[in-house]
């Protein structure tokens, strides 16, 4: 079993930058595959990115291409979500997952493990 914990939300001016860590612990790290998903009130928690155990392979949803950028250290057992020229529409809660099987996967409900979230306001 893993435990994930959040950190590195805040509020930001529309086109700023946030960057957010997921720290692990428990287990190692390397051997899930990580992603980052978000909800805002009222609506479902949606897939944001996602990145392989290795780190050599990354899959991002379509609203944060070119945006956003997820890595990883697994010898730190931390994950990053590298969040740029932020928009309103990006506020939410922002929560790390970790995922057991092999493949990288955007559904939410195959992911084992989650974090508790961390606050991203954007304001206009």
């Known amino acids: 079993q893993v435990q994930l914990v959040e950190s590195g939300g805040g509020l930001v001016q529309a086109g700023g930058s946030l960057r957010l860590s997921c720290a692990a612990s428990g287990r190692a790290c390397n051997i899930y595959v990580m992603g980052w998903f978000r909800q805002a009130p009222g609506k479902e928690r949606d897939f944001v990115a996602a990145?392989?155990?290795?780190?050599?392979?990354?899959n991002y949803a379509d609203s944060v291409k070119g945006r956003f950028t997820i890595s990883r250290d697994n010898a730190k057992n931390t994950v990053y979500l590298q969040m740029n020229t932020l928009k309103p529409d990006d506020t939410a809660v922002y929560y790390c997952?970790?995922?057991?099987?092999?493949?990288?996967?955007?559904?939410?409900?195959?992911?084992?493990?989650w974090g508790q979230g961390t606050q991203v306001t954007v304001s206009s």
């Open positions: 997952a970790a995922d057991r099987r092999l493949g990288i996967t955007v559904t939410a409900y195959e992911y084992d493990y």
């Open positions: 990145i392989s155990r290795s780190g050599g392979s990354t």
